[in-house]
């Protein structure tokens, strides 16, 4: 045992490609939330809807690059856009990747439009940002505000596809490669969505604790809670995907189940039994069934939350691991394995990781310095008016 | 030309917008009707036919001297520790297992002498099967992998953006992202040859003839006239690439 | 909701909106027109790909030159190396690429005559098939009674013409093989032929050659198998091609008198050898012709000679 092909030591796709699909993943999803108060009308997801919003534009705009870095030309990435060529899966990244950017902004532009106005007023660089961003158009009459929010509900309805489109892409483009036995599932694609969309809703409950805890803000309870059941009940259906699809590997016994059998009880049994499935899919479970089901206490009630939301951001990122290494460790000739271990200060290192996951939220900081994310923010103390 | 009221000027820039943005839409896609035509020179001389490459490899013949690797790397600068063909020793043992390696260090030579309870072993020549539905060329999200006109699976090194998604999709290991040019690397039949009417370096290196190449489209050629008299099989039929390097003797335990 | 208070119904005012369309347009259109001017000419002449491509692939020097380049300079070394053995191993193949020695004669060759050169093929391994020639050249020096383990092989085997074959091996004759199966196998019913225990040994030279074998028992030459001195070339899984070899280079490669043979620890090992060319002034007065076959003296110490009545006894 342990033949692989001499081209197949040496990993191809990288940590950078593992980010990737996460942090579409967390546009999808962060996205997904922001509909669901502007489409179906969620109204106890007003307090986290731009800020959902918000997280979805700068994840997006730092969603290239993983990928440019991982590119052996990044100077040629153009031509995807040129010359897509579409037998290919990937050749549409381009523009769905575009198409959803200008999406989003639009979205945000017709979102927060009375308010980048209201800061073009003052004086400063921020607010000088603002007049361009605005064209230098400052009427705002609730003409013009209708026009927005039905110019917003619009964008949110055409943004859901799209997002399921971006991501479930991502999903397809992995689902897709025939060669590799641990991707090519048609599920790949519905399973990569279910996780966006955990991810998406994790990152801005695990955000929206920090950012409140930071400034002192009082928690939205009715807002929490719901995000709570939503993550509660898309973490089912993902995780339940995921083992439906490894049930069908198991039982349907074709020529890779004994390779892909091997390679979950050794090369992946920490990150993905273990750490993915026992750990932080078992537990966030049960604590979100907890907090959905019982009557708890707020302060409980919260960390368990918190806690559930870091543990599947985790679980998310862990899945990515293991589908896009994990997949790549099965050598093509189905005779033994590969290893993966990316390096710490190299140009597709952890390094790199750590700061292209950060990034976006300095950015988001960065907006919410030009326009407020919580515009109806009540500070820690004075008692919230609704619930 | 009067302006008719009934149609405000509104109107008519609206329509000349949309008319204008269907235009544009349709032009995203301006190569639509891109196929393959035919090969150059095919007008001008209508008798000889556009020959189409093809490769055999005769299992039973090889002797694993990798003769042929040492010559693709000298032919073709392969980088260290990539490769664009090798050869797999499989050894099956009397209990059915198998092992199965690659010489893949010290100028590719095998040295360890036989074992006792070795029952059957055999060396495997593989290399890019330049298939018919390749799909490293189907993936290739930029139109730089390609299939050229006398069936050579080829990689335009300066459009490549390295991306790596042919590495993934192609079943049989053959292509790898070159350390030093960024781009995928792979076997190109030795095009620079063949076109010149030479053999690829591997064919001309095999001492044992285990390796062929040769013009399916010549009904005489060595390479034609072989595959009528001999069965042949091809790498994982099942992926419905439908290569066209084709394996006589090909025993079960290869993949 | 329009039926009790259309008057507070707010008509949505778009204007505002409309340069961000007019934005957008021009990104577009911009885009398109940079995408038309930076799409290669040639893209999609053949398909979806720069044509010009196939060029640069194309624009690459070969650095294999081919047999027929070093024929045209070493004449006289591939008239000797077309006729024995390697006859299929081309030039380069153990003397490196040719590119730039073929440009500039004074960039020399590779010379591969070091021992592990030759094992590169012919070092014993499981895989390598049957009947492939290969040696463990440990128990192959101390079958010759070579003692110094550094001897190159082509101290005795020329790599051009390892075996000294006599005669072109392209003019080998095929052995009959087939015919012996169809003498027996066309209209006989014998069921014993169908038992594979029972079935006659063809594949060893004796069952057909058993008065040679009988007399080559009684030889000096044991140790060696038929094939040593018969070489046998596989073509099929079912015939193959013999050579007689009697260039009497053929024989001294064992018995010739070397300094790296024999008398290894004051032990004589290895076959009986003998100084060479002075063995021909030794057994004769008026000098032999060096290139006759040894066996015109020697065959009794072989095997009795062919005979057609012998043969077709059998």
Known sequence: MNYVFPNELHVTWTVMIVLYPYITGLVAGAFIVSSLYHVFGREELKPISRFSLASAFVFLLFATLPLLMHLGHPERAFNIMLTPHFTSAMAGFGYIYTTYLILVALEIWFVMRCDLIKRAQESGFLPWICRIVVLFNYKDTPETREADHRVTKFLAGLGIPLACMLHGYVGFLFGSIKANPWWATPMMFIIFIFSAIVSGISVLIFHYFIVSRINGWKIDAACVRSLARYLWAFMMVAVALEMMELLSIAYEQTEATDVLGLLIRTKLFWSYVVLQFMVCSLVPFIMLAVTALFRLSDRVAYALIWLSSCMLLAQVLLMRWNVVIGGQLVSKSMRGFTSYMPGVWEKEGLITAAVIFTLPFGILYVFHRIVSLFPDVEKEGIPPHGV | MPCNDSISRRTMIRRLAIGASGTLLLSIFPKLSFGKEDAPGASQTPAKKRPLYAYAVDTSRCIGCCACMRACRAENDVPEGRFRTWVERYRVRANGEALVDVAAQDNFVFTEPPAEDIVKAFFVPKLCNHCEKSVCSQVCPVGASYESPEGVVLVDQKRCIGCGYCVQACPYGTRFIHPETHTAGKCTLCYHRITRGELPACVLACPKGARMFGDLHDPLSHLSVFMKQRRYRVLKPEMGTHPKCYYIDLDLEVV | ?314
């Open chain 3, 1 to 314: 909701m329009t039926k009790q208070n259309d008057d507070m119904k707010v008509r949505p005012d778009y204007r505002h909106a409309y340069p961000v369309l007019v934005i957008l347009f021009v990104l577009v259109t911009a885009g398109l027109t940079v995408r038309r001017l930076l799409v290669p000419k040639s893209f999609g002449e053949y398909g979806y790909f720069r044509a010009d491509a196939m060029d640069d692939e194309k624009a690459i020097q070969p650095r294999h030159v081919g047999r027929a380049a070093c024929v045209e300079c070493h004449e006289d070394i591939a008239a000797i190396h077309a006729k024995d053995v390697h006859a299929s191993v081309e030039c380069e193949t153990c003397h490196g690429v040719g590119g730039k020695h073929v440009k500039d004669n004074d960039v020399p060759m590779a010379r591969a005559d070091a021992k592990n050169d030759c094992l590169v093929c012919h070092r014993q391994l499981d895989a390598r098939p049957g009947s492939f020639p290969q040696v463990d050249w440990q128990k192959h020096y101390q079958f010759v009674g070579v003692n110094d383990p550094t001897t190159a092989c082509v101290r005795c085997h020329s790599g051009h013409e390892p075996l000294y074959l006599d005669h072109d091996l392209r003019t080998a004759r095929l052995h009959p093989l087939i015919q012996q199966c169809n003498s027996c196998h066309m209209g006989r019913t014998d069921e014993t032929l169908k038992k594979p225990d029972t079935h006659p040994k063809i594949f060893q030279c004796d069952y057909c050659h058993a008065d040679l074998a009988k007399s080559f028992a009684q030889g000096s030459h044991t140790k060696v198998s038929c094939t040593t001195c018969h070489l046998f070339i596989k073509e099929t899984a079912f015939s193959g091609r013999i050579v007689r070899n009697t260039n009497p280079k053929f024989c001294l490669l064992c018995h010739r008198k070397e300094a790296f043979k024999g008398n290894a620890g004051g032990k004589e090992s290895g076959p009986p050898t003998i100084e060479w060319p002075a063995h021909i002034k030794d057994v004769s007065k008026d000098a032999l012709d060096p290139n006759r076959p040894c066996v015109n003296c020697h065959q009794d110490q072989i095997h009795a000679l062919y005979t057609k009545e012998a043969h077709h006894a059998m």
